[in-house]
């Protein structure tokens, strides 16, 4: 029985059944291949539009910050006038230089009233982040003011079209006047027993 067994299995069927498994080894090498392949494309295509993405959600905010500015800038002098200061003019993207030439901060607004300047920093929507941010502008504007700053009470305040409660509650307790936008206007939030922190 053995050897009938043994005689159906001549050398040449058996070179024939390697030769078939090893074509099967390779189409199946051919088709990891394949899909790796077109798995990487697949991935960079992700990639990709991920970048576009985050391009036109940088657009977007970039535009509503815009937006912001244009709100608040009109409007500011009237509302801290209202609260009884006394600016008159606001200047509007500021740059701080190092001696080097080089930007070291950069403040939205700035309302100047000969006692007092306040520092705005505008955000389509701010975070704790860039209220911490904006404690290191107003540093960097205070250790930079001129002679005749010198005795002038430098503070701060943060103002978004959407603006968190959180957000709002942390820029409280950090000395920060809060503006917000209210229609097609603004208006300055400020806490009972709110008191603004100087520089």
């Given at each position: 029985m053995a050897d009938a067994q043994t005689e159906g299995l001549s050398f040449e069927k058996v070179w024939a059944m390697f030769q078939e498994t090893d074509r099967k080894f390779q189409q199946t090498?051919?088709?990891i291949r394949e899909t790796d392949r077109k798995t990487k494309e697949i991935w960079e295509e992700i990639r990709e539009l991920s970048k576009a993405t985050d391009k036109?959600?940088?657009?977007?905010?970039?535009?509503?910050?815009?937006?912001?500015?244009h709100l608040v800038a009109?409007?500011?002098?009237?509302?801290?006038?209202?609260?009884?200061?006394?600016?008159?003019?606001?200047?509007?993207?500021?740059?701080?230089?190092?001696a080097g030439k080089k930007c070291i901060a950069e403040i939205d607004l700035l309302l100047e009233d000969g006692d007092t300047v306040i520092?705005?920093?505008?955000?389509?929507?701010?975070?704790?982040t860039d209220v911490d941010e904006h404690v290191k502008r107003i540093e960097i504007l205070r250790s930079r003011a001129s002679y005749r700053h010198a005795l002038v009470k430098f503070q701060g305040a943060v103002a978004g079209a959407i603006m968190s409660e959180s957000v709002r509650n942390y820029a409280h307790k950090t000395g920060f006047y809060v503006i917000e936008q209210t229609g097609d206007t603004v208006k300055i939030s400020i806490p009972e027993g709110f008191k603004a922190i100087e520089w």
């Open positions: 090498r051919e088709e036109k959600i940088g657009d977007l905010g970039n535009r509503f910050g815009e937006l912001a500015e009109p409007n500011i002098i009237e509302k801290f006038n209202g609260l009884g200061f006394s600016f008159e003019q606001v200047s509007q993207n500021i740059v701080i230089k190092d520092a705005v920093e505008i955000k389509a929507k701010p975070l704790d």
